[in-house]
């Protein structure tokens, strides 16, 4: 799924490909992607409306329209937004006023949008824990102190931070040299304080690659990202640790996949 860079990526070309644009029609070849209002409401609210902004928050893309309205879009599992799209496969295409196609693809059709009056009162939203850049320090420290649950699932509950999933979360404790299965408040100070740093560190350095294109995450050019290359454990089961060649262990953690070398990771 993607996750922090890769939306913020999205956001990005997006601004760059459709901002000042107006959406002239939408039409939706598969209903099941729109959870509300209803699909004619959901046309109807579209048509004509230009795209004033377009915002994420954590992994959730929100293109705020010059009728007041915003289109909130997450993409889940399989979802892509490409333009200048093609049509083909597409759930939903928006036709936009420079003649060209915002393409809505979803594979597996977990995506999911909105067309909201205020998408702030999404239930979603409200739910979502700090961006990570807006965390501070202090507060980190504090919620680590009173979590006895792993810190792998943890960095990767929404309400505590938002914005990171599976391969960041692996990728994130590798730089920290922090095993996965670890107790939050078991860490020591100077173990938080390298995970602080190595959230930011590895969020940045992945959206200055474009993402990371496991599965089905593209860019808005259709375009995969460039920081595969650069995972050291995630996906890399087996393989020697681009540090010390020691295996990379992989584990289940709540039904995910998390991976790990044994020996640089304490
Ligand atoms: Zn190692």
Request: net charge positive; with cysteine; aromatic share 8%.
């Amino acid at each position: 799924m993607p996750e922090l860079p890769e939306v913020e990526t999205i956001k990005r070309d997006l601004e760059k490909a459709i901002l000042g644009k107006k959406i002239t029609e939408a039409c939706v070849h598969n209903p099941k992607v729109i959870r509300e209002p209803g699909v004619a409401a959901f046309k109807k609210g579209l048509e004509g409306a230009a795209i004033k902004e377009i915002l994420r928050k954590a992994k959730v893309l929100i293109l705020e329209l010059s009728n007041g309205k915003s289109l909130v879009v997450h993409l889940k599992m399989t979802g892509q937004l490409v333009y200048p799209g093609s049509g083909k496969q597409s759930r939903v295409v928006f036709h936009l006023s420079d003649g060209k196609t915002l393409d809505f693809n979803d594979q597996r059709l977990f995506g999911e949008l909105r067309l909201l009056d205020d998408w702030r009162s999404l239930k979603f939203i409200q739910g979502l824990g700090p961006e990570p850049a807006d965390l501070t320090w202090q507060q980190f420290r504090a919620i680590l102190h009173k979590k006895k649950t792993a810190i792998k699932p943890l960095l990767m509950d929404q309400t505590f931070i938002s914005g990171i999933g599976n391969i960041y979360a692996s990728e994130i404790l590798f730089r920290a040299k922090i095993r996965p299965e670890r107790r939050a408040n078991e860490l020591r100070d100077k173990e938080k304080r390298l995970l602080f740093k190595a959230i930011n560190d590895i969020l940045n350095a992945a959206i200055l690659h474009a993402g990371s294109s496991v599965d089905d995450y593209v860019r808005v050019s259709g375009k995969k990202g460039g920081y595969v290359k650069y995972h050291r454990v995630y996906d890399r089961q087996g393989k020697p640790c681009l540090v010390c060649k020691t295996k990379i262990k992989k584990i289940s953690q709540g039904g995910r996949g998390t991976y790990f070398c044994s020996k640089c990771q304490k």
